[in-house]
């Protein structure tokens, strides 16, 4: 099946600096991907919709300048947290669809935990 | 905007059968996903319904009723390894067709299953 990667699993980092989380979709083609954050105990909520080549779709209420997203080709996307601060501390999961195979399943990075110091 | 609710915490013993329920309000509903999360790990997917009736596949079964904005996920002979989140998601039309369908997770449906 498809397989969707994220790197890094773990980072943790101090407040104030930046943070680069990578997505990309191993075996197949995404020309879209999906960025989510969940806290503890609580489910995915969508932070935004990252398309190749064009600007990403941001959720009302997320920062388009403290959360940046680049998705420079059809297998990578990523996301920068900038200026982090400890309530930034979360799990970020990124998914993708394979459009060649016209499935309507989104496929799930492993998640990267980001601790901020 | 859209709201998905399901039960926060489920319990049940190990062989037998527990039903998770969804319901939801959306605007141009395009599909119905259940997920299966194990604590620390991403999600992975169980079922997707996008017509009214039953989905079966093994042990686990899902349930769509449109017209009541219903769903609901079955899992049968439950095992020790059942134990984990269970995400109702919607997928949705987007007013913008370059942003894609999204989709909507509800608050999760912890399950803990004893022996």
């Known amino acids: 099946g498809a397989v969707v990667s994220q790197h890094p699993s773990r980072v943790i980092c101090k407040s104030g600096t930046s943070v680069k989380i990578e997505c990309r979709s191993l075996?197949?083609?995404?020309?879209?991907m999906f960025w989510y954050r969940q806290f503890p105990k609580q489910s995915l909520m969508l932070m935004a919709t990252s398309n190749e080549g064009s600007k990403a779709t941001y959720e009302q209420g997320v920062e388009k300048d403290k959360f940046l997203i680049n998705h420079a080709s059809l297998t990578l996307s990523t996301l920068t947290v900038t200026s982090a601060h400890p309530e930034d501390s979360s799990f970020y999961i990124c998914?993708?669809?394979?459009?060649?195979?016209?499935?309507?399943?989104?496929?799930f990075g492993p998640g990267t935990r980001l601790t901020v110091t | 905007g859209q709201n998905i609710d399901q039960p926060t915490e489920m319990t049940a013993t190990e062989g037998a059968i527990v039903q998770i329920n969804c319901t939801y309000q959306t605007s141009g509903f395009n599909g119905l996903f259940w997920y299966q999360q194990h604590a620390g790990e991403a999600p992975t997917f169980l079922s997707y319904?996008?017509?009214?009736g039953l989905e079966e596949k093994g042990r686990f079964s899902s349930f769509l009723s449109r017209s009541k904005g219903y769903s609901y996920l079955l899992l049968k002979e439950l095992q020790m390894k059942d134990s984990a989140s269970y995400l109702c998601?919607?997928?949705?039309?987007?007013?913008?067709?370059?942003?894609?369908?999204?989709?909507?997770f509800g608050g999760g449906t912890r399950v803990l299953v004893k022996p």
């Open positions: 319904n996008v017509l009214d």
């Open positions: 998601a919607v997928r949705s039309h987007p007013p913008i067709k370059a942003a894609g369908n999204k989709l909507t």
């Open positions: 998914s993708a669809r394979d459009l060649a195979q016209g499935s309507h399943e989104q496929y």
């Open positions: 075996d197949f083609q995404a020309t879209t």
